[in-house]
């Protein structure tokens, strides 16, 4: 296992990794109760998702963990789903099955683009000063998701600043919704605040950041599973830890409903009614588009701000990467593993599988190397059984860890020189904006533009790299399809 995981190259341990791999896979384990739950208002089984959910995970997370080697988990990505869910199903009228081959050409696409290393090219296109802004970004995107699970702040809308509810535009007359208030949507008119403290999560939530601030700057080994555990325990006694769900077991059914999401992508509905309309083929067209360029930058994004500040892609591999034949490189590895997952779990029966953001949590645990992926892919598969365990755990608990980790990932910002406009505000747009907008490729989106625009109004057009050129018109065609759609 040392060996085979090179351990010691890359100066750790197994109790480290181990511990590491624990530390995502908690980090990142709402995902296993969220997916089933957004997934399931397209009329596909709920538990049935929840055993895709674990079965495209592991293999994803698994295959990054061995073929790679690096301390990346994979699962079905959030905003990927909603965009599944809100967009593709009840917008555009796709039923559930024909979004599952939707998911499915987009995986095989991700996987053209890496083998015919158009996504190296995109990474080697980047400027140095961009990618230190999106490590950065990442950072304050972490630290940010941390801060909303922790409850901290609320956020104030009144009646002119709603735009729609339950996706409907919003009147100040209506009264009573259908069904209950799903979702409200509120414009720039939505204001946040601190909370009082005086609610139990908000304040668990202080505690467990006391708890990591404290192990981390005395630089306890294990520091951020220790502050989830104990804050755990110490919200049984204040009702935020809810131990009602351990009574509950649903593995059975979730295998019985399987069969009905497997392999569903390939029937009809799905593959074979998807292309039975050319007059349909254009939206087609454009909803794949749209996924496969989220989901490649959303990976994208994750790789180039965790990996190079913490040494997982040295510039030694990047050079190897950018000069190499093949998979020669960890980042070519990685890369092929994160556009492998998707079409795994299109076929179990999940939305778009990509690298999560939240393996930063294990990465500043201390992860380095695959056996912190293979640590999380087989606490995915145990998850089946003990789900109601993990459910146990509060957002809370979590919350800490995440803002501690962002916050170490913007020493990245030391890099960037601010007082010059030229680098400093396509440096704000793949950081502090894509933090704010909640949404990494987003980010780089608005980076690339602002980027290429700079360089346009000052002259300097040719020093921008044509892949970086075609990307950003990519992005700009990318806003023109998303609000199209």
């Known amino acids: 296992m040392d060996t085979y995981f090179q351990l010691q190259e890359n100066h750790t341990t197994r109790s480290r990794e181990i511990l590491a791999g624990v530390t995502t896979f908690f980090a990142m384990s709402y995902i296993l109760f969220v997916n089933p739950s957004v997934l399931s208002q397209t009329g596909m089984p709920s538990q049935a998702v929840f055993l895709a959910t674990i079965v495209a995970s592991a293999i994803g997370t698994a295959f990054m963990g061995l073929f790679a080697n690096v301390p990346y988990a994979l699962a079905p990505g959030m905003g990927l789903n909603a965009f599944f869910t809100y967009t593709v199903c009840f917008a555009l009228g796709f039923k559930w099955q024909e979004a599952l081959t939707l998911v499915f050409i987009c995986g095989l696409v991700n996987i053209t683009i890496t083998v015919t290393k158009i996504r190296k090219m995109i990474i080697t296109a980047i400027p140095e000063a961009l990618q230190h802004a999106m490590g950065a970004g990442i950072g304050v995107f972490v630290a940010y998701i941390g801060l909303k699970n922790a409850n901290i702040l609320q956020f104030t809308s009144d009646a002119g600043s709603i735009a729609s509810i339950n996706g409907k535009a919003f009147s100040a007359g209506t009264t009573h919704f259908k069904g209950g208030i799903t979702s409200v949507v509120s414009n720039g008119g939505i204001v946040p605040a601190l909370v009082n403290f005086t609610q139990p999560g908000a304040l668990l939530a202080l505690i467990g950041l006391t708890i990591a601030i404290i192990l981390m700057v005395k630089k306890v080994p294990g520091a951020i599973i220790l502050t989830i555990i104990i804050t755990t325990i110490i919200g049984i006694p204040m009702g935020v830890t809810d131990l009602h769900n351990l009574g509950t077991n649903s593995l059975a059914s979730a295998f019985g409903q399987l069969k009905i999401t497997f392999g569903a992508c390939f029937g009809n509905p799905g593959m074979q009614s998807l292309f039975s309309s050319w007059s349909r083929l254009p939206l087609v067209l454009m909803t794949i588009f749209a996924f496969s360029f989220s989901d490649t930058f959303d990976s994208l994004g994750t790789f180039i701000g965790t990996g190079r ?164 018109i990519l992005f700009i065609l990318n806003f023109v399809v998303l609000a199209i759609l």
């Open 309 to 472: 500040r913490t040494g997982i892609f040295s510039d030694e591999d990047m050079s190897d990467m950018k000069n190499g034949k093949g998979f020669s490189s960890k980042m070519d590895k990685a890369l092929f593993a994160d556009s492998v997952a998707t079409g795994f779990g299109a076929i179990f029966g999940t939305s778009n599988t990509t690298t999560y953001v939240e393996s930063s949590a294990g990465i500043g645990a201390g992860g380095r190397t695959g056996l912190t992926s293979a640590t999380v892919a087989v606490l995915f598969i145990i998850s089946a059984v003990f789900a109601p365990i993990i459910s146990v755990v509060p957002t809370q608990a979590i919350a800490p860890a995440l803002i501690l980790v962002g916050i170490q990932m913007l020493g990245s910002f030391a890099n960037i020189d601010w007082t010059d406009l030229t680098a400093a505000i396509p440096a704000f747009m793949a950081s502090i904006f894509m933090g704010l907008c909640y949404n990494i490729s987003y980010g780089i989106a608005a980076a690339f533009i602002a980027y290429c625009l700079i360089k346009l109004i000052t002259g300097k057009a040719k020093e921008v790299h044509p892949i970086l050129w075609i990307v950003t």
